[in-house]
């Protein structure tokens, strides 16, 4: 497996501002993935984070709400942007390892509430 | 019909009791199957991976695929309250790592 760690773990933040979480991990992966864990709901991807180009979103999300960033193949950052209640929700990092088949692994995950 | 169902509890068992958590799905192209485990403010943690059907066995946890009913199963032996946490089943077809998340289950044990 990796050590997968984000910042911030927790964070209470205002209404209509931003926050960005950064997911730094151990060793050099080629996947990297962003998902959204609201509560008692499943996990949803958001995107996938390609590095040196644009991350691939799914269905529902979009750039300007989730700017995403992968500059090198061990780091990448998630913005929440203009964020309202609905936005509060644990966001996790994710990366799959090419000595590890199709698994994925998490980080601890950033725990967000917008008031 | 979403993707993925699975009963979100709570499941409350004593402990030293065998424990099973169920999911079923509805495309039949899913090939792999996860079980993660997840304590109280804590990241998924992988428990068990299958490809296809099959049993799978890793101590005290035991992974089960059945594809012909699209019935996955973690059966966790000898239980002990270190294993209540919420327990997310997993799904995916092959060549992708978009993987579909049951809701989970919480799973309590009591000493």
């Known amino acids: 497996s990796a050590v997968i760690s984000q910042k911030p773990s927790r964070d209470i933040c205002q209404r209509g501002t931003s926050l960005t979480i950064q997911c730094q991990v151990d060793?050099?992966?080629?996947?990297m993935f962003w998902y959204r864990q609201q509560p008692g709901q499943s996990l949803t991807l958001i995107a996938t984070?390609?590095?040196?180009?644009?991350?691939?979103?799914e269905s529902g999300f979009v750039i300007d709400k989730f700017p995403i960033s992968r500059p090198n193949l061990t780091f990448s950052t998630l913005t929440v942007s203009n964020m309202s209640p609905e936005d509060s929700s644990i966001y996790l990092c994710?990366?799959?390892?090419?000595?590890?088949?199709?698994?994925?692994?998490f980080g601890e995950g950033s725990w967000l509430t917008v008031v | 019909q979403k993707e993925v169902e699975q009963d979100p509890g709570p499941l409350s068992v004593p402990e030293g009791a065998i424990v099973s958590l169920n999911c079923t799905y509805s495309?039949?192209?899913?090939?792999?199957f996860m079980w993660y485990r997840q304590y109280s403010r804590k990241g998924p943690e992988l428990l068990m991976y299958?490809?296809?059907?099959g049993n799978k066995e890793d101590g005290r946890f035991t992974a089960q695929v059945d594809k012909s009913s699209k019935y996955i199963s973690l059966f966790i032996r000898d239980s002990q309250p270190s294993d209540s946490a919420t327990y997310l089943c997993?799904?995916?077809?092959?060549?992708?790592?978009?993987?579909?998340f049951g809701t989970g289950t919480r799973l309590k044990v009591l000493a």
């Open positions: 994710s990366v799959a390892l090419a000595s590890s088949g199709n698994t994925i692994y």
């Open positions: 060793s050099q992966v080629t996947m």
């Open positions: 984070a390609n590095q040196g180009s644009e991350a691939t979103y």
């Open positions: 495309n039949s192209a899913f090939q792999y």
């Open positions: 299958t490809y296809s059907s």
């Open positions: 997993a799904t995916t077809t092959s060549g992708t790592y978009k993987y579909i």
